[in-house]
């Protein structure tokens, strides 16, 4: 079996507003085989020193990416980095909890034409629950042209950041599993 890389991103203020990562990220360690989350889960502005890392990984290894509301809206920004550096490294998948209106948005801003075709697998769980005031609504969208990447996304109404969720932790690593081919 292939190394397998997972890397997860903080929502905005990490470690003070965001334990549901620090969960995610332990669940994956006890869940998935053989993975190496390295110094997960990083700051939501640390796309570029998870994308340095994904960089320096040999092309046989998996790598799968979670985030949370700003990490979740970075999640593809870090595919789409990678993708710029090295069309032939592969993001087996990525997925976000409630990616943030205020950050990246990938099919929207013009800097990040969003999720690239080197990304396989993506899900993300957004909400359009009032209470949130429209954070964790965003949607991600695939970059015009990509026919490879299978999208999912569906929305949970629940409270923001929504990582705490069980049900979708246990969607996304059940999805993990496949990706991987725990």
């Known amino acids: 079996m292939p ?3 997972g890397f997860d991103l903080y929502g905005m203020w990490g470690p003070v507003t965001d334990p549901g990562a620090r969960t995610m990220t332990q ?3 006890a869940e998935l085989p053989n993975i190496n989350t390295h110094a997960s889960p990083y700051r939501d502005y640390q796309v570029n020193d998870v994308v340095a890392l994904i960089l320096s990984l040999p092309l046989t290894d998996k790598v799968i990416i979670v985030g949370t509301s700003l990490g979740a809206s970075n999640t593809p920004v870090v595919g789409a980095y990678v993708y710029l550096q090295n069309k032939a490294r592969i993001i087996n998948g990525i997925w976000g909890f409630q990616a943030s209106i205020w950050g990246a948005q990938a099919g929207i801003d013009t800097a990040y034409p969003g999720i690239t ?3 396989q697998f ?3 769980a957004y909400s359009t629950n009032p209470i949130n005031a429209g954070l964790g609504a965003y949607v991600w969208k695939k970059s015009p042209g990509n026919t490879v990447t299978n999208l999912y996304t569906f ?3 629940d409270v923001h950041p929504g990582d705490g969720n069980v049900k979708t932790q246990d969607r996304f690593l059940c999805e993990m599993k496949r990706v991987i081919g725990a």
């Open 117 to 119: 075709p080197n990304v």
């Open 27 to 29: 669940r994956m360690k």
């Open 3 to 5: 190394n397998v890389h």
């Open 155 to 157: 929305d949970t109404f």
């Open 122 to 124: 993506a899900d993300l």
